[in-house]
């Protein structure tokens, strides 16, 4: 069963949403028969790369709250981060374009080192002190490197803003014609969708619904046509 999950790195309920996505998975009793993978959002494609700002400047523009409204939340989010186990920095953060790190989580998914990468990123921009956004592309490659990725593919893709941009942008299509206008978004087995950091239990459910529901294979053979099988293959005639 292949479960696709669309996020944003500058997204923390996409950082929540994970933590208990895969705390009902560690659960599921087929859990190793499930493919995860992770798709691009972007929750501000309009962003120039280098207009960082302060999370709660951000917040206060976007939404039109206060100040103490954007902490207000920022405080919620702390809290429920700590629920599930997670550290969430709920003062000096910034913000920032994101399409640099889609772009490398897809390197990170030829490489096999996407769940890893991703889990880093999420880590850096929320629960670290230094910026995700500001310190330039050394930085990228040093958390890349952290990942498991070659240092040298991860430059050569940074010094090319085309590289992978055409799959980042494809993810970003599929999820509009699936109907997603936000993240996080869950897609199980192209049968299912999860909206939103539901509770675990939500996840359990749907694993298990989406697990029950796959339909066995039906075939279609009238016994009599040639094919290749362990002891070789039919001779015409024979």
Sequence with gaps: MRVEIWSDIACPWCYVGKARFEKALAAFPHRDQVEVVHRSFELDPGR??????PVITMLTKKYGMSEAQAQAGEDNLGAQAAAEGLDYRTRDRDHGNTFDLHRLLHLAKERGRQDELIQILYRANFAEERSLFSEGDERLVELAVAAGLDPDAVRE???????????????????????????PFFVLDRAYGVSGAQPAEVFAQALARAWGDRSPLELIDDGG????????????GH
């Design 48 to 53: 120039a790369k280098g207009d960082v700002q």
């Design 157 to 183: 893709v940074l010094a090319d803003p085309t590289a992978y941009a055409d799959e980042v942008r494809a993810d970003e299509r599929e999820a509009a014609e699936l109907g997603a206008n936000g993240v």
């Design 225 to 236: 046509a040639e094919a290749c099988g362990p002891d070789g293959c039919a001779v015409p």
